[in-house]
């Protein structure tokens, strides 16, 4: 019969984040057949019946950057570490939507992930835009869709890609053996990254380079997952094989759009001045 870590478990249970559900797990909230566990990584059957003791309190509010707003969207500056939206019913922790909800009109009530045009990964900081109402939400995806929004992103590796400049043109799958992540593959979707290397600096006696991505198409976690293929994963990237640090180093620098009365606008989110100075943990 097939097993998983505790963890995975009460998150896809439970609909929240692995972070939560390991905070929930460590925190004795978690019974496995009647009994407490408390080790995120013990393996149980699938169909074991967990008891979760969820907290009764309600999310802190959060305080985000808004770049821009107007009737029909929100653009904000989303913080490293915050979520985008719960993956459930349950919402225990702050996230971009609970900040958006009082601002939306003409979303179903239960939706989680009302006005939510795009995703950028918890770790991923910068610019996101926000729809406030079922009309522009579908304006704006339909632009995402046909590939008709320019997203340009910054990240640091350690070390250098050679050449400088290229455009790395290889598909991406789920990866089977471990659906949470991604991996290149012939059998996967078409992906293309173009990238060119804006400066190189050492900082604590390591080589890095501060990269400029422009994603060609929208792939779940397609930059982390090119990088790491071309052997120089994202500093901070550990879920592929990054160096640990204090926070992922890949930001949303721009995105330009059209919005729903005609004008095209680029909106951007200045880079975080930690770039310029990774922070490597000693175990990294």
């Not at 570490?81 to 601002?103: C, D, Q």
């Not at 939400?137 to 046909?146: A, I, P």
Request: with cysteine.
């Amino acid at each position: 019969m097939e097993r998983e870590r505790l963890d995975y478990l009460v998150a896809r249970q439970a609909g929240v984040s692995r972070s939560m559900a390991l905070s929930l797990v460590e925190g004795g909230a978690v019974k496995v057949d009647g009994k407490t566990k408390t080790k995120p990584s013990q393996k149980f059957d699938l169909n074991s019946k967990l008891d979760i003791d969820m907290p009764k309190h309600k999310p802190s509010p959060l305080k985000l950057e808004v770049i821009y707003e107007d009737d029909d969207c929100v653009v904000i500056n989303k913080p490293a570490g915050v979520l985008v939206h719960s993956k459930g019913a349950f919402n225990i922790e702050s996230t971009v939507a609970s900040w958006l909800l009082p601002k939306v009109k003409g979303f179903d009530k239960n939706n989680n992930r009302a006005g939510i045009v795009h995703r950028l990964d918890r770790g991923t900081s910068g610019v996101m835009l926000c729809a406030k109402n079922p009309e522009a939400l579908s304006f704006f995806q339909k632009q995402f869709s046909s590939r008709k929004v320019i997203k340009k992103y910054v990240a640091v590796i350690e070390g250098n890609l050679e050449p400088a400049e290229a455009v790395i043109d290889i598909p991406i799958e789920r990866n089977p053996k471990d659906p949470k992540r991604f991996k290149v593959s012939m059998n996967g979707k078409y992906a293309k990254t173009a990238y060119k290397i804006q400066k190189i600096f050492t900082y604590a006696g390591h080589e890095y380079s501060l990269l400029s991505l422009t994603p060609k198409t929208g792939r779940t976690h397609q930059l982390r997952v090119h990088l790491k293929h071309m052997k120089h994963p994202i500093i901070g990237d550990d879920f592929y094989d990054g160096k640990k640090a204090d926070r992922l180093y890949l930001h949303a620098l721009s995105l330009e759009i059209t919005l729903p009365g005609g004008k095209r606008e680029v909106f951007t989110a200045d880079l975080p001045s930690v770039f310029n100075k990774p922070k490597i943990s000693s175990d990294g």
